[in-house]
Every structure is written in C-alpha cells, then in structure tokens.
C-alpha cells in the first residue's frame, strides 16, 4: 500500500516571499504523483503532475514541484506568493496501472495563508 | 461546458435516515470516484467505478452504496449503517487509462 506525508499542516507566509509544501510518500511500486488546491468550500484544482520525465515540474499559478526519487518527495514550491494563493494544498499519489482506474491516496492537506 | 455536477451544494438529513448524494459527468469519462473528506484528514476513497454497472470499494465503504447504471451517473447512498456520515463528499472521474481525476464542487452534508 502507499502513503503520503505532508509533515505541514499549516504553513503562514507574508504575500510575495517564497513558499515551499512538503510532501513525501511510500510505496512499494512506482507511482504517479499530483498537487491539488482546494479553495473554501469548493472541489479540488490539479495544480500539477509527475508521470515520468523531468523531474521539475512546473504546473499552474506560478506553481512547480520537484520529484527526488532516492528522498521519495515531491515538494511544492512559489517563488513569490500572493494573497489568492490562500487555499488548502494536497500532495496525491496513485499507483502506475495503465488500463485501470486512477485511484488517489491523498496526504492529510497543508494551509497555506498569505497575509499583507 | 464539460464538468462534473454535484448536487445539491448542501444537504441536511436527521440521523437514521438514508440520503443520495448525485453526481453526474459530461466528460464521456469511463472511470468514477467518491471521496470524503474530513478536516485534517484529507480525502478518502469510498468506492470506485470504472465502467457501468461496476463498482468496487475503496477504503471507507462501509455504511455507503452507489449504482452506476448510465456512464454518466454515479449516486452515492449514505446509509442509516453510517456511523459519522457528517462530512464533504468530492465526486471525482478519470479517463480509464489517464492519471488526472477531474473533481465536481462537492456536497456538504450534516446529519443532526
């Protein structure tokens, strides 16, 4: 079975500074890995994904993620944050299957709050 | 525009009673999802389909059922048998060989 960390639940950063979410996950076989934003009371946005290739990835937003195989992480980083970047941020790993349902394991989510 | 609807938005219900919670896509996706989530603990997989009238459970099943009798429906039943069914439910879909699950604006229900 996989798992996911996200060590943060709450990460407060002053609006343009830099941010960085944490994530890390286990898991047995290879695995896709996905970054989504929930904002209050609404579904989930894909932020960005890993499947294969580089390992930067860059995604919406001014957002990118960078997978470490050997540190099994896929952190999310913003160079410069903005006050609509509020939201709640969720690491996600499903397991490489072609042919079958994508089934998300999800890490517990890290708030983001950008104040002035 | 192509989407998944949840509806409603809201749903309130007295303990002990059954509720159905609708989803409906327009993305001609094979594969459907229902997750819950709870605060601080991010989304959990109830049950899956990934094609009609096919379903499996997922990690939380008990207490839930769903149908998926078109492609583009997938109910889910929150039962009498649900021990806390207060919580947010995300309908989600996925093409059967794509990674990307595409998430409706979720139900929000409380049981009193």
């Known amino acids: 079975a996989q798992s996911v960390t996200q060590l943060d639940s709450q990460v407060p950063v002053f609006e343009e500074a830099p941010v960085e979410l944490r994530c890390n996950y286990s898991?047995?076989?290879?695995?896709?890995l996905f970054w989504y934003v929930q904002y209050p009371n609404q579904g989930l946005q894909l932020l960005l994904k890993y499947l294969s290739g580089s390992t930067l990835v860059k995604g919406i937003n001014g957002f990118e993620a960078e997978f470490n195989k050997s540190q099994t992480s896929f952190h999310l980083r913003k160079p410069s944050v903005h006050i609509s970047d509020t939201a709640e941020y969720f690491c996600a790993v499903s397991i490489i299957n072609t042919g079958t349902a994508s089934k998300l394991t999800f890490g517990t989510g890290t708030r983001l709050q950008v104040t002035l | 525009d192509g989407g998944i609807t949840q509806s409603p938005k809201y749903l309130f219900r007295k303990e002990g009673q059954n509720v159905t919670l609708s989803c409906e896509q327009n993305?001609?996706?094979?594969?459907m999802y229902w997750y819950r989530q709870d605060p601080g603990q991010g989304l959990r997989l109830i049950y899956y389909s990934q094609i009609v009238n096919d379903f499996q459970k997922g990690d939380i099943a008990e207490g839930y059922s769903v149908s998926r009798e078109k492609k583009e429906y997938f109910p889910l039943t929150v039962t009498s048998a649900q021990k806390n069914p207060t919580a947010f439910y995300l309908c989600?879909?996925?093409?059967?060989?794509?990674?990307?699950?595409?998430f409706g604006q979720g139900t929000r229900l409380t049981v009193v």
């Open positions: 993305l001609n996706h094979d594969a």
């Open positions: 989600a879909s996925s093409t059967s060989w794509d990674t990307e699950a595409f």
């Open positions: 898991s047995s076989v290879s695995v896709y």
